[in-house]
């Protein structure tokens, strides 16, 4: 099984950058997929991005350009760098592994979670 813990979230003015980290511990393949998504308040859980070390790196459409993924193995850390934050960035970040295919983007192909860590961006 794979631990997450998320950190970095904050308050912020839009147009500022926030960098948040998403701490692996416990049984975790360097191979398989990592993702961050996040949910705003009445929303689903939209996936971010997600860094798949044998595949590629890949963004949603509405971060593309804005938000940077990038690792740390000696740390066991996942970063998830953000500029340019609009309000509509607002939710709750999550991090996610034990990802089983196909799908990056699909929630349902994670079985292991962090707690969250909240982004909130003002205009």
């Known amino acids: 099984r794979v631990y997450l813990v998320e950190s970095g979230g904050g308050s912020v003015e839009a147009g500022s950058s926030l960098t948040l980290s998403c701490r692996i511990s416990?049984?975790?393949?360097?191979?398989?997929?990592l993702a961050w998504f996040r949910q705003a308040p009445g929303k689903g859980r939209e996936g971010v991005a997600a860094?798949?070390?044998?595949?590629?790196?890949f963004y949603s459409d509405s971060v593309k350009g804005r938000f940077t993924l990038s690792q740390d193995n000696a740390a066991n850390t996942v970063y998830l760098r953000m500029n340019n934050l609009k309000p509509e960035d607002t939710a709750t970040y999550f991090c996610?592994?034990?990802?089983?295919?196909?799908?990056?983007?699909?929630?349902?192909?994670?079985?292991?979670w962090g707690q969250g860590t909240q982004v909130t961006v003002s205009s």
């Open positions: 996610a592994a034990d990802y089983r295919g196909p799908r990056w983007s699909d929630q349902s192909r994670y079985d292991s």
């Open positions: 860094l798949c070390p044998t595949i590629s790196t």
């Open positions: 416990g049984i975790f393949d360097r191979t398989d997929c």
